[in-house]
């Protein structure tokens, strides 16, 4: 009997090593658990925002885009925590708080300051960790906050890491009561190592829409796709399906000025597509595509000139590449997030389980060349 308690001992501390070694040995785990626990907390956030949001709660950019209170509280929620756990990460993040430090925005301010502080404040959860400056008594400061906002600033580039962040993406589909989703993801030399895409108005069994709602979409680069529920429970490794040419349906943009609907359906035309395109904003288009809701994604551009935003499409490539796709632009090139704040080398977005996308960016370029054809006759 001596001898048990020391072999148990050894046993427990080799399990409980090795596990952790485990845990350790994939690619940024850490950043993970923390990235999933920063988006919980910002979509609990935003979804208790929704239900109170009065007008004056929004604005509208130069951009003539509208930014919500939730926006802003977010983007400071996921800021601080990454801020408390990597100091030194740089984050590309769209919003900015420059209207926030006038004057004029002290009342928005408040509200923003309330909300992040609940936000923070809430009990620990599960895969919650304190020394991300979350918890009740993490109360912060209206300059921390605002500062928070500003840490999103950076302006991208080729190397080292960085954070995107898209407090809601879909501002839109998030004010109309539809789709929206808080987007957070890593990149490394300009190659996207982890997507997390929180998605708190999509039913978690796409077979049952009216089923329970709040999905987190995560994917780690060279280490699978998943999907679970807001609270983290029932994890299921995502893989996009085989879909015959006869199945193929687009996901497309709600907002017609986001993405050319006549364009896709000149594309829909040439493949004999039958059926009707999926309007979804924000990222949960990604989600969706990856789980199989529909076949690809396109998003070809509508007006001269725009560039699409790294933190728009970051976490949604690694989600569609681990989950067995592929996404490239209009010309068949990988999207390059290592130009700066935007896909500045890209045109036009297509993603697509592999055999759909090899099909779909050949009519792509086909309705390319016809469009420029008819351009030249007139
Ligand atoms: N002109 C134009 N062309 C292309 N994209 C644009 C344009 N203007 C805005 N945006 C970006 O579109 C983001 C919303 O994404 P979606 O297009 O998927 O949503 S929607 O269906 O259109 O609402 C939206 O993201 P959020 O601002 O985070 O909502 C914008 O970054
Ligand atoms: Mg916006
Ligand atoms: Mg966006
Ligand atoms: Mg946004």
Redesign the pocket.
């Given at each position: 009997m001596r001898h048990v308690r020391p072999v148990f001992c050894l046993l427990h501390r080799f399990y409980f090593q090795s596990s952790k070694a485990r845990a350790m040995s994939l690619p940024y785990e850490t950043e993970k658990q923390l990235a999933v626990a920063a988006v919980r907390r910002a979509c609990g956030l935003t979804s208790s925002v929704f239900n109170k949001l009065v007008k004056n709660e929004t604005l509208t950019k130069n951009?003539k885009?509208?930014?919500t209170v939730g926006?802003y509280a977010a983007q400071a929620v996921i800021s601080t925590m990454l801020y408390h756990a990597f100091p030194a990460d740089p984050i590309v993040g769209?919003e900015d708080a420059a209207e926030l430090r006038e004057e004029s925005g002290a009342g928005l301010r408040d509200r923003i300051v309330a909300l992040a502080n609940e936000a923070l404040t809430g009990e620990l959860g599960f895969g919650d960790n304190v020394e991300w400056g979350i918890g009740p008594g993490q109360e912060k400061t209206t300059a921390q906050l605002l500062d928070a906002i500003d840490r999103g600033n950076h302006p991208g580039g080729r190397s080292g890491r960085m954070w995107t962040i898209?407090?809601?993406?879909?501002?839109?589909?998030?004010l109309r009561g539809e789709?929206?989703a808080v987007?957070l993801s890593l990149i490394v030399d300009a190659q996207v190592q982890l997507g997390v895409i929180g998605c708190p108005n999509l039913p978690v069994d796409p077979s049952k829409p009216d089923s329970a709602r709040g999905v987190i979409f995560v994917a780690v680069k060279g280490h699978g796709a998943e999907q679970m529920t807001l609270s983290g429970a029932n994890p299921a490794p995502l893989r996009i399906p085989i879909f015959p040419p006869a199945e193929i349906n687009f996901l497309?943009?709600?907002?017609a000025?986001?993405?050319s609907h006549y364009f896709n359906a000149r594309v829909s035309s040439i493949l004999g597509i039958t059926h009707p395109p999926v309007?979804?904003?924000?990222?949960?288009?990604y989600g969706c595509l990856a789980r199989g809701e529909g076949a690809a994604y396109l998003?070809m551009?509508?007006?001269v000139g725009?560039k699409?935003?790294i933190?728009?499409h970051a976490p949604g490539v690694v989600l569609i590449e681990e989950a067995g796709g592929v996404v490239t632009d209009s010309r068949g090139l990988p999207l390059d997030f290592g130009l700066g704040r935007t896909l500045g080398g890209n045109f036009g977005v297509v993603a697509a389980g592999m055999d759909v996308h090899a099909l779909v960016l050949e009519a792509v370029q086909k309705a390319q060349a016809l469009e420029t054809g008819a351009k030249a006759k007139v």
């Open positions: 951009d885009s509208p930014v926006d769209e898209d407090p809601i993406d879909g501002t839109k589909g998030f789709q929206y987007c497309e943009s709600v907002e000025a986001h993405s309007r979804m904003d924000s990222q949960a288009k998003r551009p509508t007006v725009y699409e935003k933190w728009d």
